[in-house]
C-alpha cells in the first residue's frame, strides 16, 4: 500500500504534478465529447477547467482535511486517489471545457469560497458532496434531458426534435421547439447552443434569461 507521510504543501508539491495529469487523463474523454468551448463554442485548443471555488488544490485540501488536523499526514495513495476522481464525477459537473482564452479569463475572475468540510468527517475520504446549482457567473446555464451528453446527443440524432426552455429573471418561461434535421454525429450540442445568438455573452444578460432547459421529444426513443 503506497502511503505518503508529509505536510499539506509537500503533498501538493509531489503528488500534485500527478494529479493534474490524471486530472487531464479523466477528461480527455470528455473534452473530446463537447469538442467546443462551453462559453464561446470556438473548437481549438480547448482545455478543461474546474468548476469555481473547486480547483485541483482545493480539493486537494478538502480530502486531506477529512485524514487529519495534523501539520504532518500519512496519506494512504491509492484511497486518495479513488476519493479524487469521486470528486470528479460526474465530470460535466466538475469540469467546464473551455478554450484557451476563456480559460484565462474565466481563471482571472474572483473565485467564491470552497464550501466548508463536514463538521464531523468520517473516518475515511468523504463522498462527493453535492454540486451547487447555480453555474459560475459568466456561463449561462444550460441542462440536457437527458443529463449526459452522449445520450442526449444519442436521443436527438433519433428524434431530431427538442423542446428550449428559457427562463428569464423576470419570472417569464418561454417554449420553443428546435429542429435538428440538420445536427450530425460530429456536431457539437453544447456548441450549437451556445452560438445561439440569443445564447452569446452579453447577449443573454442584456435579455434577462437566467438558465436554459433543453429536452429531447420523444424520450423513451
Known amino acids: 500500500m503506497p502511503t505518503f507521510t508529509g505536510t499539506n504543501q509537500e503533498f501538493k508539491r509531489y503528488i500534485g504534478p500527478r494529479l493534474r495529469n490524471f486530472v487531464q487523463i479523466i477528461t480527455k474523454k470528455h473534452r473530446a465529447t463537447i469538442g467546443a468551448c462551453e462559453h464561446c463554442g470556438r473548437g481549438e485548443n480547448l482545455e478543461a477547467a474546474h468548476i469555481k471555488g473547486r480547483d485541483r488544490n482545493q480539493i486537494i485540501d478538502l480530502l486531506l482535511s477529512a485524514v487529519s488536523a495534523e501539520s504532518e499526514l500519512t ?23 473551455l478554450c484557451r482564452q476563456c480559460h484565462k479569463t474565466y481563471d482571472s475572475e474572483v473565485s467564491p469560497e470552497l464550501p466548508s468540510s463536514p463538521k464531523s468527517p468520517p473516518s475515511t475520504y468523504p463522498a462527493a458532496p453535492e454540486e451547487p446549482s447555480e453555474v459560475p457567473e459568466g456561463i449561462l446555464p444550460i441542462s440536457l434531458e437527458p443529463a449526459q451528453s452522449a445520450e442526449f446527443k444519442r436521443r436527438l440524432l433519433v428524434s431530431r426534435s427538442a423542446q428550449i426552455t428559457t427562463y428569464y429573471n423576470d419570472g417569464r418561461v418561454e417554449h420553443r421547439p428546435w429542429d435538428a434535421s440538420k445536427l450530425s454525429e460530429t456536431s457539437n450540442v453544447m456548441g450549437n447552443l451556445r452560438s445561439r445568438p440569443e445564447f452569446r455573452r452579453g447577449e443573454w444578460q442584456r435579455s434577462g434569461i437566467v438558465k436554459v432547459h433543453v429536452r429531447v421529444f420523444g424520450q423513451d426513443a
Open 75 to 97: 496519506v494512504d495513495l491509492q484511497a486518495f486517489e479513488r476519493a479524487f476522481k469521486i470528486e470528479h464525477e460526474p465530470v460535466e459537473k466538475a469540469i467546464l471545457i
